[in-house]
């Protein structure tokens, strides 16, 4: 079998030539070797595409980049994305949640290899018990076989959490928030964070306050959470993208379990399955 | 030269620490941030570039430019004047973007009267680099690894360590001179080392190169990768775009505070802007991104003189999908070559 990097290019080439999309995001290097998105739009140019471990972010967040049409009049761009198991519950997210067409996209599934140097790296890899992406139009299999995590997340770290009192939770995240910035980049490098106005931007009402102070960065990070409780998927994305190393999956995984635990439910797994902080069943009675 | 040894820098920053606010690079969390010390040892020492710069203290990322009483009677109060502030261990081309900064708030009407107080109440106390790390290019956009430009005084670590660490001064302003009077120093004859540059960097197009490659398709693909997020704008020492906003900071019945903030915008994210009625000039990342890039090598050196870019390298590593500055510079004098031999053929 040919390498995963080869299997995409395949993918992309197919797909660019045969006129099916119009641009695949996949990944590629960097003038300094680091790994980033990349746009081809050429068949010509499928080379440019890599495939590596340090493949890592999330590229579905772009997907909002093309679901409108460009101009009055034409159509909306079809596009293909290189996605991993972790992803492609993005895509399952973005579908249900009626921001993309299935037909409009091409999910190139990537099954991760080097699933140990991962987990060393990234907490969402260590525990991640998925081989195949749950949604594919491709699948790029792995050369070797793939050794899956036998024990699934534990959430050790979110139950050391809970641990704790009150006031040392607020004294950990008032110490950890007062680094941000207020960049914004966890929000946009999150493919379930797509509102056409962020309440911590809006102007009328005005929720929130310019200043880059910790009420505000508190009220942000507090609020970006629950609005994706039940809706993340677990990339860590937001974690990655922060200049200020703020451990956002926590709060992330926090309410991951909450939502496991109270309706066994796992964002993307199903797309079938309805998403339960959108659903309204008045037979349903929380264990309060 | 005057020459100050570690033991004599640490007693002189210990006690300027006692008399008014010195802001130094301090490891917060791992971070490199500069912050208020109460003495030396607070300082991250041996530090390279900080992650945040020290514009944070001469162009806060939010402040209360004006507050507004209303009670039986409005008043209106300027804010408070700055505590005096001494910035150690400020990187030439951290100082240098604060002389870019000011050619806009301070050298061109209307000044900036609020900046102006901070700038006043602020001595930087320079650091040379020994060399260019990672990602810097400050000699690309005219500076230097030792650039004494916007300083008030520079430090050298000297090499040949026989007596320990030490330090030559360079006092470079009337600030910086009434800072050490007083201070015991050595006066001894050294040569200051000279920093090690980094090789084979490109060369910055002149603004008029940057015009003809306005509207190159370039800029389309480099801005489908953009977050539009803020980071590159709030690490870079030279930005300087600022919201205001009047906002109520405490009411009871019959008194209400006002105050109006200013904090720091982003020319990259979509509400920057967005006007009345939701119209946006600058709808897509794409070209909120060229405006970044041409805000710094365009824009600002044609109206205020100097370069919005001190090669500091901060968003190079900031990036969170490897927008590189310096890529972009390279691309585009190759833009500019091709558009020229295009003409002559």
Redesign the interface.
């Known amino acids: 079998m040919s390498s995963q990097q080869e299997q995409i290019r395949e993918a992309a080439r197919a797909y660019l030539e045969g006129g099916v999309v119009s641009v695949v995001i996949g990944y590629e290097h ?3 070797g ?6 081809v ?1 050429e068949a010509g140019d499928v080379d440019r595409l890599i495939w590596s471990r340090e493949c890592n ?1 999330n590229l579905t ?2 997907l909002h ?1 093309f679901k409108h049409s460009p101009r009055r009049g034409a159509p909306v761009p079809r596009v293909a994305v290189v996605v991993r198991a972790c992803d492609a519950r993005a895509v399952n997210l973005l579908l249900h949640e009626q921001q993309i067409e299935r037909d409009n996209i091409k999910v190139i599934g990537v099954v991760c290899g080097d699933r140990e140097a991962r987990g060393q790296e990234r907490q969402a890899c260590r525990y991640c018990q998925e081989r195949e992406p749950v949604i594919y139009d491709t699948l790029v299999e792995p050369e070797a076989p793939v050794k899956l995590s036998e024990t699934p997340d534990d959430y050790a770290d979110i139950l050391e959490m809970e641990e704790w009192a009150p006031q040392e939770r607020l004294a950990y995240w008032l ?2 928030f007062d ?1 941000c ?5 966890c ?3 999150c493919p379930g964070c797509y509102c056409f ?1 962020c309440v911590a ?1 809006q ?1 009328d009402p ?1 929720w929130s ?5 910790l009420p505000e960065k508190f009220f942000f990070h507090v609020m970006r959470a629950f609005h994706l409780a039940g809706r993340c998927v677990g990339c860590d994305a937001c974690e ?2 922060c ?3 703020i451990p956002l999956s926590k709060l992330n995984r926090k309410l991951a379990k909450e939502v496991e635990d109270l309706f066994g439910y796992r964002t993307g797994d199903d797309p079938a399955a309805l998403p339960p902080l959108a659903t309204f069943n008045p037979e349903e009675r929380l264990p309060l | 030269m005057r020459v100050l040894t570690q033991s004599q820098l640490n007693e002189w920053l210990d006690d300027l620490a006692t008399r008014l606010r010195l802001v130094a690079p301090v490891d ?4 490199l ?1 500069y912050r208020p010390v109460r003495d030396h040892e607070a300082i991250a020492w041996g530090y390279e570039r900080s ?2 710069s020290p514009k944070t203290w001469t162009f806060p ?2 402040e209360a430019i004006v507050t507004i009483e209303q009670g039986s009677e409005t008043q209106i109060n300027d804010a408070p004047p700055p505590d005096p502030t001494v910035i150690f261990g400020v990187r030439p081309c951290d100082a240098r973007a604060a002389l870019a900064i000011d050619a806009l708030f301070l050298e061109k009407e209307p000044r900036d009267g609020r900046y102006a107080e901070l700038r006043d109440a602020t001595t930087l106390i320079g650091l040379a680099c020994p060399e260019m790390w990672d990602s810097c290019f400050c000699t690309v956009v005219g500076g230097l690894p030792n650039g004494t430009d916007g300083l008030d005084m520079l430090l050298t670590e000297l090499e040949g360590r026989e007596h320990g660490q030490s330090y030559a001064v360079q006092v470079l302003s009337a600030k910086g001179e009434r800072l050490l009077a007083g201070v015991t120093v050595q006066d001894r004859d050294v040569a200051l080392p000279e920093p090690k540059l980094t090789e084979g960097l490109p060369t910055l197009s002149p603004s008029s190169e940057w015009k003809a490659a306005f509207d190159d398709v370039y800029w389309q ?1 480099l801005g ?2 953009c ?5 590159c704008t ?2 870079c020492p030279t930005c300087r775009c600022f ?1 205001v ?1 009047d ?1 109520v900071a405490s009411r009871r019945p019959g008194h209400t505070v006002f105050e109006r ?1 200013r ?4 020319c990259t ?1 979509a ?1 920057y802007r967005r006007i009345a009625g939701g119209h946006n000039p600058r709808p897509t ?1 794409q070209s909120r991104l060229r405006n970044r890039f041409y805000c710094k090598f365009m824009y600002y050196p044609d109206d205020f003189g100097p370069l919005g870019c001190v090669g500091c390298g901060r968003c190079i590593d ?1 990036c ?3 927008i ?1 500055i ?2 972009v510079i390279s691309d585009v004098a190759r833009l500019a070559a091709r558009e020229s031999a295009e003409v002559r053929a």
């Not at chain 1, 680091?34 to 746009?39: D, G, I, K, L």
């Open positions: 960097g003038p300094k680091q790994v980033r998105p990349a746009f739009y972010q967040t772009y980049s110490t950890e680094r910035i207020r960049c914004y980049a929000r946009q490098a106005e931007e102007v005005h306050s310019i200043a880059v102070e990655a993208v200049p200020m190393d | 917060v969390q791992g971070r941030l992650d945040m990322a939010t693909r489908d990768r977050l539009a997020c803020r980071a709030f690490v919201d906003r906002e903030l904090a720091w915008d982003a994210s509400p990342p900031t969170p999908v490897s590189d310096l890529e």
